[in-house]
């Protein structure tokens, strides 16, 4: 399977920002599009975000659109989701997975531990 390892995740005060990469590790991730996932307590996992194998297509679902950008250096093997003005309801753990379809994993990506971010005061 496809393993990522997430990091860069922690507490940030509302309004903040955060920034969390994806490394992938054995494998060239530019043959991929790349998508973001979080879930919240009591929630299910949700994709909140693509970006393709080149860089030049994202997309997002409305409650992070605008504030959050995916962008991938493919040299480096990363993903990133900057997230701007962060809110108390982005606290999630986050993952990092092959994208299908944009917010769907596809079935070759494992899950990885993911990242755990916290938007509090």
């Known amino acids: 399977q496809l393993q990522f390892v997430e990091s860069g995740g922690g507490l940030v005060q509302p309004g903040g920002s955060l920034r969390l990469s994806c490394a992938a590790s054995?494998?060239?991730?530019?043959?991929?599009?790349m998508g973001w996932f979080r879930q919240a307590p009591g929630k299910e996992r949700e994709g909140i975000g693509c970006i393709g194998r080149s860089g030049v297509s994202t997309n997002y679902v409305d409650s992070v659109k605008g504030r959050f950008t995916i962008s991938r250096d493919n040299a480096k093997n990363t993903v990133y989701l900057q997230m701007n003005s962060l809110k108390p309801e982005d606290t999630a753990r986050y993952y990092c997975a092959v994208s299908q379809y944009c917010f769907v994993k596809d079935i070759r990506s494992a899950w990885g531990q993911g990242t755990q971010v916290t938007v509090s005061s």
């Open positions: 054995g494998f060239t991730l530019d043959n991929y599009a």
